[in-house]
C-alpha cells in the first residue's frame, strides 16, 4: 500500500523538477500519474500514522496548478488576444468569484472560498492548456501514458474482482473520509453506498476514488483511445479517416470495456457506447453504426422478452425511477430545482456540494449544472451550459478544416466533452479531479491550437 503514497510523491516531485526547468509537461505527468491514486495516497498516508501531513500533501495538487499558471503566465511574450471561450470562462469565473463578497448565503469567507475553489478551478486548468507552450507538448505520448494507467487500473480491478473484495476497504478510506470530512461509512461493505448497487452486488473502484470516478475515467481513456487510432492526413472535407489500432491502443480498449463493466455505473455505461457511436458518425464508419443499431435492437429485444429474475427488475426500475438511487436521484434534482426557482440569483457558495455535504445540510445536488445553477444562480449555470456545448460546437466545427496531431485534439476534446454530458446529470463530475484536470486542460489546449493557426493566417 505504501506504493501509493511515493507514487503521489514521485509524480508531484517530478512536477516541480519540471516546472523549474520551464517545462509544462511534468505537470501533466503529475495529472496523469498522480491523480487518479490520489484518495488511496491520502488514505494509505492517513493509515500509516501521518494525519499531520495530509493538509499539506492535499495541497499539491493546487500547488502544482498555480507552479503551473505561473510558468505559462511568464511564457506569455505579449498580452493574448481572447477567444470567445476565452471570454465566456474569465466571465464564469469573475461572476462565481463576485459571491465570494456579496451577502448571500450562510457560510463563512473561508468556506466560500472552498466552495469557489470546487465550482471554479475548472478555469485556471483551462488556461494553462489554453497559453502553455504547445510545443511542448506531446500529446501522442500523454494520451498513451492515459492508456498504461487504464491498464494498471485493470489489473488492479481484476485483483479486485477474482477476491471479490474492494481495495479502499485495505487502505483506510474510511477513516480518512470521517476524519477530514465528516463522512460516516455507509453501505454493507463498510465504505459508502457508491460502492455497490441497490442488490448489494460490489461495485469496484480500482486505484480511482470510488467506482464513480473510475466509471467517469474509462469513458474519458475510451475517448482518448479512439482519438489515437484514428488519423486524418490531409484538410480536405472529402479525405478519407483512418483507423489502425497498435498493440497497446488495442490493449487499452479491451480493458475499457472490461472496466466499465466492473464499474457497474450505468450513466458511464450508456456513456461508453454513445461515444463509439458518435465516434462511427464522425469518421463515416458506417459499419461502426450498423453494427450499434444491431445491438441496441438485440438487446432491447432480449431486455423485453427474453430476460427475468433480478437483472430485469434491476433494468426496469432504473428506467421508471423505481429503484433506490435512481429515485435518490430525482428527489435530489427536485429539491435543487425547487432552491432555484425560488433564489433563482443562488443560495450562496457552499449551499450545495462538497461544503455543505461534509456539513450535512445540502441543498439539491447529484447534478453538476443543479449544484451550479443551487449555489450561484440560473445565469451562471446557463453561461457554464453553454461553454461546455460552445466547446463541442468548436470541435466539432474543427475537426471538418484540421488534419494531423489537431485532429486528434479536437477529436479528443468532442468525444470527452460528449462522453461526460450523461454522468453530468447523477453526479458532479468537476469533483473528479483526475478527470476535471485532463478534460479542461485538454479544452484549454484544443483552444490554443485553433487561435495559434487563426492567428498565423490572419
Not at 516531485?13 to 509544462?24: I, P, S
Not at 505527468?29 to 500509516?48: C, H, K, R, T, W
Not at 488576444?81 to 473561508?110: E, R
Not at 441543498?363 to 443551487?374: A, D, R, S
Request: hydrophobic fraction near 50%; glycine fraction near 6%; proline fraction near 2%.
Amino acid at each position: 500500500m505504501f506504493l501509493f503514497p511515493l507514487a503521489y510523491l514521485a509524480s508531484f516531485f517530478y512536477a516541480v523538477t519540471k516546472l523549474f526547468k520551464k517545462q509544462v509537461d511534468g505537470f501533466l505527468i503529475f495529472v496523469i500519474i498522480g491523480l487518479p491514486i490520489y484518495i488511496n495516497a491520502m488514505s494509505v498516508s492517513f493509515m500509516y500514522g501521518f494525519s499531520r501531513w495530509i493538509p499539506l500533501l492535499q495541497s499539491f495538487k493546487e500547488l502544482a496548478v498555480l507552479g503551473a499558471c505561473l510558468l505559462v503566465a511568464t511564457q506569455l511574450k505579449q498580452i493574448p488576444v481572447l477567444h470567445i471561450i476565452d471570454k465566456l470562462i474569465i466571465g464564469f469565473f469573475v461572476y462565481t468569484l463576485l459571491y465570494v463578497i456579496v451577502p448571500i448565503g450562510s457560510y463563512t469567507i473561508m468556506a466560500k472560498l472552498m466552495a469557489l475553489k470546487n465550482l471554479s478551478f475548472f478555469c485556471l486548468l483551462y488556461f494553462i492548456g489554453r497559453f502553455c507552450d504547445k510545443d511542448q507538448v506531446n500529446i501522442n505520448k500523454l494520451f498513451s501514458f492515459i492508456v498504461i494507467v487504464l491498464l494498471v487500473a485493470t489489473i488492479v480491478v481484476f485483483g479486485e474482482r477474482i477476491l471479490n473484495q474492494h481495495l479502499h476497504s485495505f487502505t483506510g478510506f474510511s477513516n480518512y473520509n470521517f476524519y477530514f470530512f465528516n463522512t460516516d461509512a455507509s453501505g454493507n461493505y463498510g465504505l459508502l453506498w457508491t460502492f455497490e448497487t441497490e442488490s448489494t452486488a460490489k461495485r469496484f473502484g480500482s486505484i480511482f476514488s470510488n467506482p464513480l470516478e473510475f466509471a467517469s475515467a474509462i469513458v474519458l481513456c475510451l475517448a482518448i483511445i479512439l482519438a489515437l487510432i484514428s488519423s486524418k492526413k490531409n484538410t480536405d472535407i472529402t479525405t478519407p479517416i483512418q483507423s489502425k489500432a497498435n498493440t497497446l491502443e488495442t490493449m487499452g480498449l479491451i480493458a475499457s470495456f472490461i472496466c466499465i463493466v466492473l464499474a457497474l455505473s450505468r450513466a458511464a455505461f450508456i456513456s461508453y457506447f454513445l461515444v463509439i457511436y458518435i465516434y462511427g458518425w464522425i469518421i463515416g464508419n458506417k459499419k461502426i453504426i450498423h453494427f450499434f443499431h444491431i445491438v441496441v435492437a438485440v438487446i432491447l429485444i432480449y431486455v423485453f422478452f427474453i430476460l427475468e429474475g433480478d437483472l430485469y427488475d434491476f433494468i426496469m426500475n432504473t428506467i421508471t425511477f423505481q429503484n433506490e438511487s435512481s429515485l435518490g436521484h430525482v428527489l435530489e434534482w427536485l429539491d435543487g430545482i425547487n432552491a432555484m426557482a425560488t433564489q433563482p440569483w443562488g443560495l450562496g457558495l457552499g449551499e450545495s456540494g462538497r461544503v455543505s455535504m461534509t456539513n450535512k445540510n445540502n441543498t439539491g445536488g447529484e447534478n453538476q449544472f443543479i449544484i451550479i445553477g443551487v449555489q450561484v444562480g440560473v445565469l451562471a449555470m446557463a453561461l457554464y451550459i453553454y461553454i461546455y456545448f460552445k466547446l463541442i460546437k468548436t470541435g466539432l466545427q474543427q475537426l471538418k478544416i484540421t488534419a494531423g496531431k489537431e485532429w486528434k485534439i479536437m477529436l479528443a476534446i468532442v468525444l470527452i466533452k460528449i462522453g461526460m454530458f450523461v454522468p453530468m446529470f447523477t453526479s458532479y463530475i468537476d469533483s473528479y479531479i483526475y478527470l476535471s484536470y485532463c478534460s479542461w486542460f485538454l479544452s484549454g489546449y484544443m483552444i490554443n491550437h485553433i487561435h495559434n493557426r487563426q492567428s498565423i493566417a490572419a
